[in-house]
């Protein structure tokens, strides 16, 4: 069965600023995991964003579910840049990007699928929530 991750980021109260990431894991309609916290001081959204990835790729392996996986983002630049071949261009998250591809080495089949802010409710309360305890 495939496993689902919803992932989110943020920064407050511009960008950059105060990041925090919040993620998902569902298995059908089951939700398994879900994690937030902080992705850091001075950081950009898109930094959050690839926190974010990392964190629950992280959270899929310590939970072993190193199989096919589809990640759902509203992030049509991390979307864009894992799955379509985007340009990488530069950026203070390519360091995290980079953390990344490594993890997905380590996984089957792994998809990402960009969609509406509406439809990420859940990961982007989660970003929020984190958001209120780490700020200032």
């Excluded at 792994?110 to 984190?130: G, M």
Aim: no cysteine; aromatic share 10%.
């Amino acid at each position: 069965m495939t496993v689902t991750v919803y992932i989110d980021g943020l920064a407050q109260p511009r960008n950059p600023g105060t990041g925090t990431y919040g993620f998902l894991v569902y298995e059908g309609d089951r939700r398994i995991a879900e994690g937030s916290g902080l992705a850091g001081r001075d950081v950009t959204s898109n930094y959050a964003e690839y926190t974010a990835l990392e964190k629950a790729l992280t959270k899929l392996k310590e939970l072993r579910m190193e199989g096919d996986v589809l990640v759902r983002s509203d992030s049509q630049l991390l979307v864009g840049q894992m799955s379509s071949g985007w340009k990488i261009k530069g950026g203070m998250y390519i360091g995290k990007l980079k953390e990344v591809r490594d993890l997905l080495k380590e996984f089957g089949s792994v998809q990402f699928e960009w969609i509406p802010r509406e439809q990420n409710s859940e990961a982007d309360l989660l970003t929020r929530v984190a958001y209120e305890q780490f700020r200032g």
